[in-house]
């Protein structure tokens, strides 16, 4: 077996070979006597199958895992001459070369890329500066008239007056089209929050003024792309009744209150209650400048002061991806001329190369780092992440794990989860001194 193994760099490396036709000729003699032995052909006893029978009936398929096998017995040799283990490659390997010469001889070229070895430095020195979070009174008082607000009862209004916005007003209505009432367009007592958009536009609008006991007659007009197709777009009548006022009542902010809020604090005070939203709210902000700005930072000048190759194969698919991207901004007319000119494609991979270069060092810097700080997402907690993300949304968390792992993106997730631990953690640290 005779190949050259060469590294390109630290994370890439080519080997060149020539297959001989004698070592594909064995490697198929070798398959065709190992299928004989448990083929099952009629005509034949199991077992009994004679080897030119096996060649004749699957040759071309034989001779393929014949090649495969040589190829195979060729790249492991090569891995083992370069030091690297197969744990440490980077998708699979490539064959740039596959040239079949009249003597059945095969010239052969394998790329492969492996995980480059990072020198991460004194990484912890190059984070960035965490400035002070500050919260003010306003602020937790704020937040706290919020939280008396999501528990606030609806309550008949002591004083008769008009409907106004923001009230909640408890009315019977019945929807007619050309004068006949249509079906799902009538209710008694239906309680309607004006100004929430929640019926037909310019309904609520109309409501706004009308006193207790007061009926009329309110015209509106179906959206265009309203489900019913029977009303879409139609001119209605509804006949409108008002029986009550209600408004929101918040809650006293008082003891009693916070023991509400905090049912874990057995003597729980208004105080303890604005200490604990005070730190919720600092969290979200250290969180919101983590997120949005130290941890891009910190990212970005890692790339920019660690030198190391990137393996070609993730490199090559992160500017396919970015070009896709481009390629869905773009008009039709310019994708066809990106098809029909090699050098706009020439100009526009050069464009987004060094991008997706640092992208793609990001990546595995990240990684490094998650190694170095022995930080780990699994897929356990990507998947109950993604779970309880569906939920708060209203969706079946089930069917949008189903749906990410179908579409492949449950890997980048993870690194996304990873990224945001690691570095979090590491900015916690510097926080703490």
């Given at each position: 077996?005779?190949?050259?193994?060469?590294?390109?760099?630290?994370?890439?490396?080519?080997?060149t070979?020539?297959?001989k036709?004698?070592?594909?000729?064995?490697?198929?003699?070798?398959?065709?006597?190992q299928?004989?032995?448990?083929?099952?052909?009629?005509?034949?006893?199991?077992?009994?199958?004679?080897?030119?029978?096996?060649?004749?009936?699957?040759?071309t398929?034989?001779?393929?895992?014949?090649e495969?096998?040589?190829?195979?017995?060729?790249?492991?040799?090569?891995?083992?001459?370069?030091?690297?283990?197969?744990?440490?490659?980077?998708?699979?390997?490539?064959?740039?070369?596959?040239?079949?010469?009249?003597?059945?001889d095969?010239?052969?070229?394998?790329?492969?890329?492996?995980?480059?070895d990072?020198?991460?430095?004194?990484?912890?020195?190059?984070l960035?500066?965490?400035p002070?979070?500050?919260?003010?009174?306003?602020?937790?008082?704020?937040?706290?008239?919020?939280?008396?607000?999501?528990?606030a009862?609806?309550?008949?209004?002591?004083?008769k007056?008009?409907?106004?916005?923001?009230?909640?007003?408890?009315?019977?209505?019945?929807?007619?089209?050309?004068?006949?009432?249509?079906?799902?367009?009538?209710?008694?007592k239906?309680t309607?929050e004006?100004?929430?958009?929640s019926?037909?536009?310019?309904?609520e609008?109309?409501?706004?003024?009308?006193?207790?006991?007061?009926?009329k007659?309110?015209?509106?007009?179906?959206?265009?792309e309203?489900?019913?197709?029977?009303?879409?777009?139609?001119d209605?009548?509804?006949?409108?009744?008002?029986?009550e006022?209600?408004?929101?009542?918040?809650?006293?902010i008082?003891?009693?209150?916070?023991?509400k809020?905090?049912?874990?604090?057995?003597d729980?005070?208004v105080?303890?209650?604005?200490?604990?939203?005070?730190?919720q709210i600092?969290?979200?902000?250290?969180?919101?400048?983590?997120?949005?700005e130290?941890?891009?930072?910190?990212?970005?000048?890692?790339?920019?002061?660690?030198?190391?190759?990137?393996?070609?194969?993730?490199l090559?698919?992160?500017?396919?991806?970015?070009?896709?991207?481009?390629?869905r901004?773009?008009?039709?007319?310019?994708?066809?001329e990106l098809?029909?000119?090699?050098?706009?494609l020439?100009?526009?991979?050069?464009?987004?190369?060094?991008?997706?270069?640092?992208?793609?060092?990001?990546?595995?810097?990240?990684?490094a780092l998650?190694?170095?700080?022995?930080?780990?997402?699994?897929?356990?907690?990507?998947?109950?992440?993604?779970?309880y993300?569906?939920?708060?949304?209203?969706?079946?968390?089930?069917?949008?794990i189903?749906?990410?792992?179908?579409?492949?993106?449950?890997?980048?997730?993870?690194?996304?989860?990873?990224?945001?631990?690691?570095?979090?953690?590491?900015l916690d640290?510097?926080?703490?001194?």
């Amino acid at each position: 077996m005779e190949f050259n193994a060469k590294k390109e760099n630290e994370a890439n490396a080519v080997i060149t070979a020539t297959v001989k036709n004698e070592t594909v000729k064995v490697n198929v003699d070798k398959i065709a006597k190992q299928a004989a032995k448990t083929m099952d052909i009629q005509g034949f006893r199991k077992g009994k199958v004679p080897v030119a029978i096996v060649k004749q009936r699957y040759g071309t398929k034989i001779v393929q895992d014949a090649e495969g096998e040589a190829i195979r017995d060729i790249l492991d040799a090569a891995l083992k001459e370069l030091g690297i283990e197969n744990s440490k490659l980077v998708g699979e390997p490539a064959i740039t070369k596959f040239d079949k010469n009249e003597n059945g001889d095969i010239d052969l070229e394998i790329k492969v890329s492996c995980q480059p070895d990072i020198d991460l430095g004194d990484y912890k020195a190059l984070l960035p500066e965490i400035p002070a979070v500050e919260v003010t009174d306003e602020e937790v008082d704020k937040r706290l008239e919020e939280l008396a607000s999501q528990g606030a009862k609806l309550e008949k209004i002591k004083r008769k007056r008009m409907v106004k916005s923001g009230d909640h007003a408890v009315i019977d209505f019945e929807g007619f089209k050309d004068g006949v009432a249509f079906e799902g367009g009538k209710a008694e007592k239906h309680t309607l929050e004006i100004g929430s958009n929640s019926f037909i536009p310019g309904f609520e609008d109309q409501v706004i003024g009308m006193k207790y006991d007061e009926e009329k007659e309110i015209n509106v007009k179906f959206p265009d792309e309203y489900q019913a197709k029977d009303l879409a777009g139609a001119d209605v009548v509804f006949k409108v009744k008002l029986h009550e006022i209600q408004e929101k009542v918040a809650q006293e902010i008082n003891d009693e209150f916070a023991k509400k809020m905090l049912p874990q604090e057995e003597d729980a005070t208004v105080d303890t209650l604005k200490e604990k939203v005070k730190e919720q709210i600092k969290a979200e902000k250290l969180n919101k400048l983590y997120t949005e700005e130290l941890k891009p930072a910190y990212l970005e000048t890692l790339v920019e002061k660690l030198d190391f190759a990137v393996p070609a194969s993730i490199l090559e698919q992160e500017i396919n991806n970015a070009l896709n991207a481009k390629a869905r901004e773009m008009k039709e007319e310019e994708v066809k001329e990106l098809q029909e000119n090699a050098d706009k494609l020439k100009e526009l991979t050069e464009e987004v190369t060094p991008e997706a270069t640092n992208s793609v060092k990001a990546t595995f810097i990240v990684d490094a780092l998650a190694k170095a700080q022995n930080v780990n997402v699994t897929d356990e907690e990507v998947t109950q992440t993604l779970y309880y993300e569906a939920m708060m949304m209203g969706q079946d968390g089930q069917a949008l794990i189903k749906q990410y792992q179908e579409a492949g993106y449950l890997p980048a997730i993870k690194m996304s989860m990873i990224e945001q631990k690691v570095i979090t953690k590491l900015l916690d640290e510097k926080a703490a001194k």
